[in-house]
């Protein structure tokens, strides 16, 4: 009896620990798989030779022909096609070209599922994957991250097994970067809300690391109709280049665009707009037709387009010269409301002066702070807001006694230019010393400069509890309140001693 007691509670228990295993999320039941196990080629010898030599010499010769627009930035991600090298690999070279011997270090490939049904987003389990020209680790410890922070992500191999989408970029990968490794996804039947979250799980994994290229295979129209063709691939390049992924995906959905990785593309336009990077730059657009030279009705075409997403170069509002004469304007409205009592008559011809555009006026007195007025939406040109802003920060500002004549010799003028304000929904989209923020809660409303930050050298929770309770007369930790309305702006900010030192 007390044997059979032993072997049924040997038998639970066993039963109890395979269970347990098999409940464990995928990242952690496949360690053994991720850490021994090679993707072999399945597309080496169809959509690409299966020589090393011949491979290598081909896209040489791709990379050589390709002469892509310069991109002065730093690129985040590139969207390539992934159909036959003789089809699409001279467009595909237009993006490699542009990141060849750049120092990134992982490069995640997010690509479609052609041939096996799934829902969600798969990563393959493998160490690394093989090509002609050799293996390419798996950034084991990236995927990892994501599988733990994204429950939409699986380990998956029958997503890889026939998939050829994320196959063809690693030879190209293999010839442009001297060293990386690869994060291989495929993704499949996701909602919107799933690329979202993926977008910030990817997010999360690459933290402040700037060695991360995203890597995103797609081809564009497929069909018989190559008039059709031109048409829908022009309206998914409009939506690329306005980096719109809702749009973007919900014209997928309702067939209006195509793109068969279109879910990887999404998610990395989310992504880059996430993360700041927010210039999409069309390289390179073709299609089959013009590479066989059948552009008629009937025949099979395939769109392919080459794109780098990279951060926009700030450009400054105003040149010197109309910060000048702005400072100008500022100090002669002050020297003439003090004499008359009156708002200066002047005019302006610059149309940048004449923008409507919000703007702040700061006076120190020898050092100390003196006035600070501003209209932060502008509902005049610029020059007359700050004339205006000028007046009421000299002799309206309740904070301090009016300026005087004899002040004048001691005051220094700051004027700081605004962007248009954006409303948030998290204190975690404001950057710290960048942005300025205006908080409202009912009928109040409080607003500190970009520029408080740095003078203050406050925390941002310190800086945000300030703003609530200084600046809009709330409690200090309104901002965390859900009726509380946060909106973020940049200023360019400029002053008498920086221009007229």
Known sequence: MRRSLKIIFSLGLFFALLAACLCLPAAFSNEKILAETIKQPNAAGAFYPQDAQELSAMIDGFLSSASPQAVSGDIFSIIVPHAGYGFSGPTAAFAYKLIQGRPYKTVVVIGPSHYYGFSGIALPGTS?????LGEVPVDQAF???????????????QAFEKEHSIEVQLPFLQKVLPDFKVVPIAMNNCTFTVCKGFAAALKGAIGNRKDVLVVASTDMYHGYDYEELERVDELTLAYLKEMNAEGLYYGLMEN?????????????????????????????????????????????????ASCAIDKEEERPMLNQDERKKLLEIARRSIESYLKTGKKLEVGEADPELNQEMGAFVTLHHRGRLRGCIGNLTGTKPLYLTVRDMAVEAAAGDPRFAPVEAKDLAGLEIEISVLSPVQRVDSAEKIQLGTHGVLVKRGFNSG???????????????????????????????????????????????????????
């Open 128 to 132: 690394a994957m093989r090509t002609p």
């Open 143 to 157: 995927c990892r991250r994501l599988a733990q922070a994204d429950s939409d992500v699986v380990i998956d191999g």
């Open 256 to 304: 209006k665009l195509q793109l068969c990785g279109g879910l990887g593309v999404v998610t990395a336009l989310a992504l880059s707009k996430e993360l700041g990077h927010n210039k999409l730059v069309v390289l390179k657009h073709t299609n089959s037709a013009v590479v066989t030279g059948k552009m008629q009705k009937g025949v099979w075409t395939v769109g392919y």
């Open 447 to 501: 607003v500190f400069l970009p520029q408080v930050a740095g003078e203050t050298g406050w925390s941002k929770e310190e800086f945000l509890s300030q703003l609530c309770a200084q600046k809009a007369g709330l409690p200090a930790d309104c901002w965390k309140d859900k009726a509380a309305e946060l909106y973020i702006f940049t200023a360019e900010v400029f002053s008498e001693k920086n221009i007229f030192p």
